[in-house]
């Protein structure tokens, strides 16, 4: 079954946090013997989303930062998985973040899928009121996609 699908020959990156994730994923989907149609739906995300967050700084000016928030999964309940806010975070990284967390939720059968979201921000270098602002803001932009019976962005 998904023994065809897996190339062993090919090298990791583990620089790349998805890239990584999926080669384990390969590699257990060939061990399980997973089903192809599983497989297929499994390697891929429900959902991406990019969004930029304008926020007022605490000394007047406007910065914009960019955001995402990736729904791997809803097979077992709305997705589930909190926000990383730092200067590296990519969407590579929140896309492994959320497959993590499906594969997490389903092992220890909780009623929930994977997901996650992720600011391209330093939090140590901005005050508590622009976290606020930035993370309400973040929370606006995803309005339609969040929400208890869809996504729970917490940890």
Not at 3 to 21: G, Y
Not at 54 to 66: A, H, L, N, Q
Not at 74 to 86: E, Q, V
Request: proline share 7%; hydrophobic share 40%; net charge negative.
């Amino acid at each position: 079954m998904a023994n065809a699908m897996v190339d062993d020959t090919r090298r990791v990156r583990e620089d790349n946090p998805f890239e990584a994730m999926m080669s384990r994923f390969d590699r257990a989907a060939q061990l399980l013997d997973l089903d192809p149609d599983l497989y297929a739906v499994m390697r891929v995300p429900n959902r991406e989303i990019k969004v930029y967050i304008p926020v007022r700084m605490d000394s007047g000016r406007i910065e914009v930062f960019e955001g995402f928030r990736v729904q791997h999964n809803f097979a077992r309940g709305p997705a589930k998985g909190g926000i990383r806010y730092a200067p590296d975070v990519n969407i590579d990284e929140v896309r492994a973040l959320a497959a993590w967390m499906t594969w997490k939720c389903a092992v220890v059968n909780v009623p929930f899928g994977g997901g996650k979201g992720g600011v391209i921000c330093d939090p140590f270098q901005m005050s508590i009121g622009e976290l606020e602002r930035m993370t309400r803001r973040y929370a606006s932009e995803l309005i339609d996609f969040i929400g208890p019976e869809k996504d729970v962005p917490a940890p």
